[in-house]
């Protein structure tokens, strides 16, 4: 019985190969409804970022140079992380296009 019950699940085995050969994809927004208007608004979302992370610099250098004057040395210490995290952020924002397709391309 058990013999018969394993050449059973033998037969239900499908090869890797035989079952990824059948899919292709290739994306593109040729003809997608709304694909100039979600291009806009991922164009307004990286701005935005743009914008949000030149705020921190600005207010993260006027927060450290202020405490720092002031003597608050751990006011300076936050001023400095809030200037690092709008650099982070602007990096981010300016690579997160060239991170996916790189990650797409080296996924085919």
Known sequence: MFRLLFEQTQLLVLHPDAVL????VSPTAEGLPGSALIQKLLNWGQMLALWGSLGAIL??????GLAQQGGSYSGASNGKKLVLAGAGGALVAGLA???INTLFTAAQ
Do not use: F, H, R
Request: avoid cysteine; charged fraction near 0%.
């Open 21 to 24: 050969a059948q899919v292709t």
């Open 97 to 99: 296009p060239t991170i």
């Open 59 to 64: 207010i993260g250098a006027a927060i450290a």
